[in-house]
T-cell receptor, first 117, second 114 residues
Framework: AQKITQTQPGMFVQEKEAVTLDCTYDTSDQSYGLFWYKQPSSGEMIFLIYQGSYDEQNATEGRYSLNFQKARKSANLVISASQLGDSAMYFC??????????????FGKGTKLSVKP | DAGVTQSPTHLIKTRGQQVTLRCSPKSGHDTVSWYQQALGQGPQFIFQYYEEEERQRGNFPDRFSGHQFPNYSSELNVNALLLGDSALYLC?????????????FGPGTRLTVT
């Protein structure tokens, strides 16, 4: 069965430093996509970054990068130069099947990131 | 260009009652998915609507039903509310030709069952 595991319930990081949020996944599919979302206290899920299972390069979006290690089934999110506004819940998610935007997402339990000034 | 909108923002209901939540997808999107997020948990997939039909369903009882209208907006109905139905309900929209990451979420409806 598909599963996403986020083992860090909470993380603290000093402003301007980098932080890595861990995510491991389990699937028997060869085709899948991995996502990271940010959820501020307002509740809205904000898309951060996407990695397809066949993508050879690690995804990057501004200060966000995804450290994709397929053999280890891990998809860690790296946030560089943390800002106070980065304080939020972060969710790792997976969709089976490659390409296209349909299909349901399976989410982990999330990591609460707190950025200290 | 309006994103995904949901109404109402907050809702308080009594156990046993019925509730209807609404979602309007992002412009150009024709597929709507609903998720339930209990406190302290990640969202869980309820179902997805496309072309006015339920296309996929997660592990939720029949008390959870939905509908999609010709303008692609959608409703989530929950009957015989239980205390455990208290959660943030998120709607997400997408379209078949979209890139894999193109699933956008609305702000959610926070339902409290007392």
């Amino acid at each position: 069965a598909q599963k996403i595991t986020q083992t860090q319930p909470g993380m603290f990081v000093q402003e301007k430093e980098a932080v890595t949020l861990d995510c491991t996944y389990d699937t028997s599919d060869q085709s899948y996509g991995l996502f990271w979302y940010k959820q501020p206290s307002s509740g809205e899920m904000i898309f951060l970054i996407y990695q397809g299972s066949y993508d050879e390069q690690n995804a990057t979006e501004g200060r966000y990068s995804l450290n994709f290690q397929k053999a280890r089934k891990s998809a860690n999110l790296v946030i560089s130069a943390s800002q106070l506004g980065d304080s939020a819940m972060y969710f790792c998610a997976m969709r089976e099947g490659y390409g296209g935007s349909q299909g349901n997402l399976i989410f982990g339990k999330g990591t609460k990131l707190s950025v200290k000034p | 260009d309006a994103g995904v909108t949901q109404s109402p923002t907050h809702l308080i209901k009594t156990r046993g009652q019925q509730v209807t939540l609404r979602c309007s997808p992002k412009s150009g999107h024709d597929t709507v998915s609903w998720y339930q997020q209990a406190l302290g948990q990640g969202p869980q997939f309820i179902f997805q609507y496309y072309e006015e039909e339920e296309r996929q369903r997660g592990n939720f009882p029949d008390r959870f039903s939905g509908h999609q209208f010709p303008n692609y907006s959608s409703e989530l109905n929950v009957n015989a509310l239980l205390l455990g139905d208290s959660a943030l309900y998120l709607c997400a929209s997408s379209f078949p030709g979209g890139a894999a990451y193109e699933q956008y979420f609305g702000p959610g409806t926070r339902l409290t069952v007392t």
